[in-house]
């Protein structure tokens, strides 16, 4: 079936660091893949999202591409902050399937000064 | 705009016991949805609505009921709550219900634990 595997948290980076999430997915077709996250005590929201193949999302200084070739979504940031403190969810629908999203089992970043 | 609004914030229950969590949009989204998060696990999809009075099942939707009698409401209904069903829940919405690249807006999530 279709999955997203993401890498295991939690991450603990000095701000200013440079942060990469790891993303791969299976899927029959061609997903449209995605990045939500979500703030302590709050509901997710969309970070970014690319639709096909070799587009760049980006979105607050993050960035991810979507890699057909190594079925992958990276994220990405070059200097992070404390308020970017947060769990990432990583997840993909496929075309025909409507908003049904298939999530990863999220990532939590911590963030230190 | 209040977006995905969900009530309630917390609920405590025995096993046994049945309850509605509701969820509202008003952004005149015709595709709603409920997810549960446990830890580990992601988000998996219980229930899922593409307009008034049509709805249908999703990933995990044993032991739970949905109805969808206006486009703003969602209601989610345990009906004999088990301590399985401890988790989070958080209802989303998006415009098209035919498309795969909607951006979903989620509420703020309502934590339950069964006893």
């Known amino acids: 079936g279709d999955s997203v595997t993401q890498m295991e948290g939690p991450v603990t980076l000095s701000e200013e660091a440079f942060l990469t999430i790891n993303c791969t997915y299976t899927?029959?077709?061609?997903?449209?893949l995605f990045w939500y996250v979500q703030y302590p005590g709050e509901g997710l929201q969309l970070l970014l999202k690319?639709?096909?193949?070799?587009d760049k999302g980006s979105n607050k200084g993050f960035e991810a591409t979507y890699r057909k070739e190594t079925t992958s979504f990276h994220l990405e940031k070059g200097s992070v902050q404390v308020s970017d403190s947060a769990v990432y969810f990583c997840?993909?629908?496929?075309?025909?399937?409507?908003?049904?999203?298939?999530f990863g089992t999220g990532t939590q970043l911590k963030v230190e000064l | 705009n209040a977006g995905v609004t969900q009530t309630p914030k917390f609920q405590v229950l025995k096993t046994g016991q049945s309850m509605t969590l509701q969820c509202a949009q008003d952004m005149n989204h015709e595709y709603m949805s409920w997810y549960r998060q446990d830890p580990g696990m992601g988000l998996r999809l219980i229930h899922y609505s593409v307009g008034a009075g049509i709805t249908d099942q999703g990933e995990v939707p044993n032991g739970y009921n949905v109805s969808r009698s206006t486009t703003e409401d969602f209601p989610l209904r345990l009906l004999s709550a088990a301590p399985s069903q401890t988790s989070v829940y958080f209802c989303a919405s998006s415009q098209r219900p035919e498309s795969s690249t909607d951006t979903q807006y989620f509420g703020p999530g309502t934590r339950l634990t069964v006893l």
């Open positions: 690319a639709t096909k193949a070799d």
């Open positions: 997840a993909l629908t496929l075309p025909g399937g409507g908003n049904k999203l298939t």
């Open positions: 899927a029959t077709g061609y997903p449209s």
